[in-house]
């Protein structure tokens, strides 16, 4: 007899089977939110509900783009803010990757370093605005290191932990082989500690886009946030619309490429809600 029948309450058990999504259904999907959000824009623009001294509708900020790029205006601030945003996050993310890798790795370096780091990173790197101001003047280097900051500690966090989260017998038999310290971080603890080297540079690299917002407001004279401070001088909603998506623009194409770095790195991983 079966268990079923001994037991009435209980019921077969169906294995759940994951259904294949094409990527265009996937896109599609993902799409959505995005075309309803600027569905609900225009129509409260139509409508009047929203006027133009309070947001401009979606067809004069695209107007505002092509002025700002027929002029030329608009490249170049593209250009310089990168610029910043990059160098910054470059700085950012190489003190961080060392600074992990050091305390993670060896005692001496956490006991030296850790409560240290720790304590600066609770500090808000908006706070270091007005000393930066002071440090380093009103020129690029203070916007730059700004950035550098910021980007610095998300990614020494998860450097740290995924190189104390590396497979310690792995790491022994390694050593028990002769291979030096250099080649098992290069070799061993690096790989392993993948996962999580991807989501600090992920969370940096959006830090590093909140950070160039605040570092555009030190007295700038190019870049994304000078076309945001002289367009709320002559009171241009339609332009400021425009810096404000170009910055929602950036940080999602950053995302993006963390996201393509996962696939091309990590190719055995499943994604999120895959079987769900």
């Known amino acids: 007899m ?15 089977r994951r259904r294949a999504r094409s990527r265009t259904y996937s896109l599609t999907v993902r799409a959505l939110g995005p075309i309803v959000l600027l569905a609900l824009w225009w129509a409260a623009s139509a409508t009047g509900l929203l006027t133009p001294d309070v947001l401009a509708s979606p067809v ?9 790029w027929g002029d030329g205006q608009l490249p170049d601030a593209l250009t310089t803010s990168l610029t910043r945003s990059g160098l910054g996050l470059l700085i950012g993310l190489a003190a961080g990757l060392t600074l992990g890798i050091t305390t993670g790795f060896t005692r001496l370096g956490d006991e030296l370093l850790d409560s240290s780091l720790q304590t600066l990173r609770t500090i808000p790197f908006l ?23 910021a980007t610095t500690f998300p990614m020494y966090v998860s450097t740290s932990s995924g190189v104390r989260n590396t497979d310690p017998k792995l790491v022994e038999a390694m050593r028990s082989f002769g291979m030096g310290r250099l080649a098992l971080v290069r070799e061993v603890v690096l790989p392993g500690a993948l996962p999580s080297l991807l989501a600090g540079l992920r ?11 605040a570092a555009e407001e030190i007295n700038a004279t190019a870049g994304i946030g000078y076309l945001m401070s002289q ?9 400021l619309a425009v810096c404000i998506l ?21 190719p055995w991983r499943t994604p999120q809600g895959a079987r769900r």
């Open 60 to 68: 004069e900020v695209l107007h505002a783009v092509g002025e700002l």
């Open 246 to 266: 170009v910055y929602g623009l950036l940080g999602l194409t950053a995302d993006i490429v963390v996201r393509l770095l996962e696939r091309g790195l990590m």
């Open 203 to 213: 969370l940096s690299m959006t830090l590093s886009v909140i950070a160039l917002i």
């Open 2 to 16: 079966s268990a079923a029948a001994l037991h009435p309450g209980l019921v077969r058990p169906r294995p759940q």
């Open 127 to 149: 706070s270091l605005v007005p000393l930066f101001m002071v440090w380093f003047g009103i020129n690029e280097t203070a916007k730059i290191l700004l950035i550098a900051v």
């Open 231 to 239: 367009a709320q001088s002559y009171a241009r909603t339609d332009i």
